[in-house]
């Protein structure tokens, strides 16, 4: 497994991939703190660091990088691999869906896994989204708009939400 680390508006962005899969990533620059986003069990035992334009990891750092510069689809496409209940598999495959600049509410993601009454659980699942960015977890918000949470900080997150919707606008 190789992490590296790249530099972008919001800061030190981390990404751990293996065999061309993103495993965990996050605005951090130590490598443990990426980790520590997978379940004790996932974590592996070695990880060799890389430059972020290493070709192990930059199908990711390049992704990231296009998705600063404005091409907000960039991420899409990377493959990620998420090790989570059924229904954690189910909410994050659904924040996939969710388009830069059309938040949903706890409440609006809890309803499109089809589990309304869930919003605590939808909630939970965007708190431990091991692979953000490549899963946009910040594009939920409580019912109220108001931000919540995220693991990456409030400021993070409101810069990401504030470059979705201006290039979206």
């Known amino acids: 497994m190789q992490i590296a680390t790249l530099i972008t508006p919001d800061g030190?962005?981390?990404v751990l991939v293996e065999a061309g899969v993103v495993l965990a990533?996050?605005?951090?620059?130590?490598?443990?703190?990426?980790?520590?986003?997978?379940?004790?069990?996932?974590?592996?035992?070695t990880v060799a660091a890389v430059p972020p334009t290493d070709i192990s990891v930059s199908?990711?750092?390049?992704?990231?990088?296009?998705y600063y510069d404005g091409d907000l689809a960039a991420v899409n496409a990377i493959p990620v691999q998420q090790l989570g209940t059924e229904l954690q598999l189910a909410g994050w495959a659904r924040l996939r869906q969710i388009r830069p600049g059309t938040p949903l509410s706890y409440t609006g993601f809890a309803a499109s896994l089809g589990r309304p009454g869930a919003v605590r659980a939808a909630a939970n699942i965007c708190a431990h989204n091991p692979t953000a960015l490549f899963v946009p977890c910040h594009?939920?918000?409580?019912?109220?708009?108001?931000?919540?949470?995220?693991?990456?900080?409030?400021?993070?997150?409101?810069?990401?939400?504030?470059?979705?919707?201006?290039?979206?606008a």
């Open 12 to 14: 030190p962005f981390t």
């Open 25 to 45: 990533s996050g605005w951090h620059p130590e490598a443990d703190q990426i980790l520590h986003r997978l379940r004790p069990e996932d974590r592996p035992p």
């Open 59 to 66: 199908f990711a750092t390049d992704a990231v990088g296009a």
């Open 139 to 168: 594009r939920v918000l409580r019912s109220d708009g108001s931000l919540g949470g995220f693991a990456w900080g409030l400021d993070v997150k409101r810069s990401l939400l504030a470059r979705e919707a201006t290039s979206v």
